[in-house]
C-alpha cells in the first residue's frame, strides 16, 4: 500500500491519457508548483515514464494482438532452494501470528501494540525484501506476497505496514537506485526492525505530479538541502524512522532541478507530526500528516540524482504494486472459506443455503475468483523474479483486477452471511457465535481500489502503455504542436508499421479448432483469448483512427479496453497454471474452466458497451450537474456544512500542531 491515493505519475486534473513530450526530451518541471497547465502536467507525467520496451512483456503483446503464450507457457518456477529457506520463515510468521497477534484488539483499538512491531522486528519481518548482506530475508517476490497474505489474514493494518516499509518504502528504492554507500547506512536499519515511510501526495496533489509544491532548496555552502512542505496520507508516517520524500528542487544556473527523492531522518529537527489520519477501514494503520520546515538533509542523501524522483517512484512501484493484490488474495481466501461452512451449515427452507440458485452463483464467482486473482499474482511474482521481464502491465493489471474483484467478493460475502454479515465480530461473540469480522473486511478491502493508483488513474495509466506502440509511430500525427516536417516523418513511419501489423489481426492461430489441443479441456479457452486479444486491438487501432488526438478523453472507452486485456490476462494465467499442476492438482483445471467461462461472459459484455453505451450523454449531463441545473434534487435533506473547504490549504512554516509521532521501543 502506498501513502498517495494516485501515485503513480498520470494524467492531467481531467484524466487524459498523457501526450508523448515533443522533441523526444524530458519535458522540464515547471517554474512554479501549483501553477501549471494541462499541457505541462502531461509533459511532466509523460517525461517519468520508463519510454523503452527492452524486455518482452505478456501483456504489452496481448493489447496489440499477439497472444505470446510462450512467454508465460511452461509455468515459471521458482527456486526450490531458496522457497525452503522462505518455508521456514513462513512457519514462523504464522507461529507468531497466531499465538502472539490478536486482530480484534488491533480493530478495536485502532493500534498495533508495541510488542508486535518488536515480535516482527525478531522474526525479520521488516527484511523480507533486503538482501542479507544488510541483515535482510532476501525473499523471492513470491514469497515476500506470500507472508504479506498471511499477516493480513489475520489482521490488515499489519499487511499495510510491512508493505508501505517495504514495497515503496526505504528499502525498495534504494535497491532499485541507492548507491553502495546509501545501502550500507540504510538497509541494516531498516532490516533489524525500523519502519520506513513514503511521502508523495500533498493536501492539493495526488495524481498531479506537476503540482508538488514541497520544496528542497540546495543549501549555500552545497553541502544539503532545506525541505519545507506538508505531506499528506504518509502510511506508516507516526511510527518510520526513515522517509522517503519528494520534494521539488528549484531549476537554477547549472542545476536543472526537478522532482527528486530524499532520504529523510524521521527525527530531524525541523519536521512535525501534525496529526495521525482515521479512516473507514484499516483502523490500525499509522498514517500521518507530516510537515518539514527548514528540514537539513545531506545531498548524500539523494536517491538516483536530482529530477530522477518520479521515475524513481513510477519504477518502484512496478514491483511494489503486488503487495496490494497479495493482500487482496488473502481477502477473497478468507472470505470464501467463511463463505463456504457457513452456506453449508445455515439451513433455509430444508437445505443448505448454498444449494440454492441464488447463493450458489455467488459461491462460484468467489471460488473461480480467487483462484484467478492468486494465478495472476502468482504469476506476476515470478515473472518480476525473473529480471528477463518487463511487468509494468502486468504489475498494473493485477492490482487493477484484484482490488475490483475482491470488493465484489467482499461484498457477496456479507449478502450470503445476511444480517450477520453486516453485525461486528465483537457483537457476534457476545452472544456465543462465531465472530467472523465480516463487515470489517469490506471496509478493510475499500481502499485498495484507491491506494496505489485509484481504479480510475489505473486505467489510464494502463491505456497509456498499452497504445505506446501507437504513438511511437503516430504520435506526431495528432500531436497540435508537431510541425509539417514532423507529422510527414510519423506518417511514414506509421505508414510502414501498420502495412505489417494489420494484416496480423485478421487470422490467427485461435480459428483453428485444433490450436491448444496440449491443454485439454481448457484449449478451446486459450482460443478464446487469442481471438479476443486480435479483436481488441482492432478496436483500439479503430478507436483511436476514429477519435485522434480526443481519444485521451474517451476514458472511458479506455478503461473497458483495460477491463478486457485484465479478463485476457488471467484467463491465460489460469490454464497455463492449472495444466502445470493437473497431476497434482487435478480439481485447479475444474477453477479454471469455471472462472473462464464466466470471464468470456464478462469480455463479452464489455466488448459490447465498447460501442454500444451512454459515454456521451453522461458527459453531457455531468457538465449540466456541475452547472447546478440539477440542484433542485438535492433539496429536502441536510447536507454537510459549507463553513470549511473540500481541501485545506497550507503554507510553509514551522508548525504549530502538537507532535503526535509514535516511537517504538527496541526489542530486547
Known amino acids: 500500500m502506498t501513502t498517495t491515493q494516485n501515485s503513480r505519475p498520470a494524467p492531467d486534473e481531467s484524466g487524459g491519457v498523457p501526450e508523448r513530450p515533443t522533441g523526444g526530451t524530458a519535458a522540464p518541471l515547471p517554474g512554479e508548483a501549483g501553477q501549471v497547465s494541462e499541457k505541462e502536467a502531461r509533459q511532466v507525467a ?21 497472444f505470446r503464450l510462450d512467454l508465460i507457457n511452461p509455468w515459471p518456477r521458482s527456486d526450490a532452494e531458496a522457497d525452503a529457506r522462505a518455508e521456514e520463515f513462513l512457519g514462523r510468521l504464522r507461529e507468531f501470528l497466531t499465538t502472539e497477534v490478536d486482530g480484534a484488539a488491533i480493530e478495536r483499538d485502532a493500534r498495533i501494540p508495541d510488542e508486535v512491531f518488536q515480535g516482527l522486528a525478531r522474526l525479520g519481518a521488516f527484511g523480507m525484501k533486503i538482501d542479507p548482506a544488510y541483515g535482510g530475508l532476501g525473499l523471492s517476490n513470491l514469497q515476500y506476497c506470500r507472508a504479506l497474505m498471511l499477516a493480513g489474514s489475520v489482521s490488515p493494518a499489519i499487511g499495510a505496514l510491512l508493505s508501505a516499509h517495504q514495497s515503496i518504502g526505504v528499502p525498495q528504492p534504494l535497491k532499485l537506485f541507492g548507491s553502495p554507500e546509501q545501502k550500507q547506512r540504510f538497509l541494516p536499519r531498516l532490516a533489524a526492525g525500523e519502519v520506513s515511510a513514503f511521502l508523495l501526495t500533498e ?21 544539503g538541502y532545506r525541505l519545507n512542505g506538508v505531506k499528506l496520507w504518509a502510511t506508516n508516517g507516526t511510527v518510520a524512522t526513515l522517509l522517503v520524500v519528494m520534494a521539488r528542487v528549484p531549476a537554477a544556473d547549472g542545476r536543472r532541478g526537478g522532482i527528486t527523492a530524499f ?41 538516483g540524482g536530482e529530477g530522477k524522483g518520479l521515475k524513481i517512484a513510477l519504477t518502484t512501484l512496478n514491483t511494489g504494486r503486488l503487495s496490494l493484490p497479495a493482500m487482496c488474495v488473502g481477502a477473497g481466501k478468507w472470505s470464501l472459506n467463511v463463505a463456504r461452512e457457513w452456506s453449508a451449515e445455515r439451513v433455509q427452507w430444508g437445505r443448505p443455503v448454498g444449494e440454492h440458485e441464488a447463493v450458489a452463483q455467488k459461491l462460484a464467482f468467489m471460488a473461480a475468483t480467487t483462484y484467478g486473482m492468486e494465478t495472476m499474482l502468482d504469476l506476476c511474482c515470478r515473472l518480476a523474479d525473473d529480471d528477463r521481464n518487463d511487468i509494468r502491465i502486468e504489475a498494473a493489471l493485477v492490482k487493477l483486477y484484484a482490488s475490483e474483484m475482491a470488493w465484489r467478493i467482499a461484498d457477496d460475502l456479507i449478502q450470503i452471511r445476511g444480517g450477520r454479515g453486516y453485525e461486528t465480530a465483537e457483537s ?30 489505473m486505467h489510464l495509466l494502463i491505456a497509456r502503455e498499452a497504445v505506446d506502440a501507437h504513438l511511437s509511430v503516430a504520435g506526431d500525427i ?7 516536417g514532423r507529422k510527414a516523418r510519423a506518417g511514414a513511419r506509421a505508414g510502414v508499421f501498420y502495412a505489417k501489423w494489420l494484416p496480423t489481426l485478421a487470422v490467427g492461430r485461435g480459428q483453428s479448432p485444433r490450436a491448444y489441443a496440449e491443454f485439454g479441456p481448457l484449449a478451446g479457452h486459450l482460443r478464446q483469448v487469442e481471438r479476443a486479444s486480435r479483436k481488441l486491438a482492432r478496436s483500439t487501432f479503430y478507436a483511436m483512427s476514429r477519435w485522434q488526438g ?16 485484465a479478463e485476457l490476462f488471467a484467463m491465460a494465467a489460469v490454464c497455463v497454471r492449472a495444466h502445470a499442476e493437473r497431476d497434482d492438482h487435478p480439481e485447479n483445471v475444474e477453477l479454471a474452466d469455471l472462472f473462464c467461462r464466466q470471464a468470456r461472459v464478462r469480455v463479452d459484455a464489455l466488448f459490447t458497451s465498447l460501442w454500444d453505451n451512454t459515454d456521451s450523454v453522461d458527459v453531457a449531463a455531468a457538465k449540466r450537474i456541475l452547472a447546478g441545473r440539477y440542484a433542485d434534487l438535492e433539496s429536502g435533506v441536510i447536507t454537510p456544512p459549507a463553513d470549511l473547504p473540500w481541501v485545506t490549504g497550507w503554507s510553509a512554516g514551522p508548525s504549530t500542531a502538537t507532535d503526535v509521532r509514535r516511537r517504538i521501543p527496541p526489542s530486547r
Open 46 to 66: 509523460e517525461a517519468a515514464r520508463e519510454s523503452t520496451w527492452d524486455r518482452p512483456s505478456f501483456g504489452k503483446e496481448l493489447f496489440l494482438g499477439r
Open 203 to 223: 493536501p492539493d496533489v495526488g495524481s498531479d505530479p506537476a503540482r508538488l509544491a514541497t520544496t528542497a532548496e540546495p543549501t549555500e555552502d552545497g553541502t
Open 263 to 303: 532520504v529523510v531522518d524521521g527525527d530531524a529537527e525541523g519536521i512535525t507530526v501534525e496529526r495521525r489520519n482515521e479512516f473507514l477501514g484499516l483502523r490500525g494503520l499509522e498514517n500521518s500528516l507530516t510537515r518539514f520546515h527548514d528540514v537539513f538533509v545531506p545531498k548524500e542523501n539523494v536517491i
Open 428 to 457: 457476534l461473540a457476545a452472544r456465543g457465535e462465531r465472530p467472523a469480522a465480516v463487515e470489517q473486511i469490506l471496509r478493510d478491502l475499500r481502499i485498495n481500489r484507491i491506494f496505489e493508483g485509484s481504479t480510475e488513474i
Open 478 to 484: 495528432i500531436d497540435p504542436d508537431a510541425g509539417l
Open 550 to 565: 480526443r481519444m485521451e478523453r474517451k476514458q472511458a472507452f479506455l478503461g473497458r479496453v483495460v477491463d478486457i486485456g
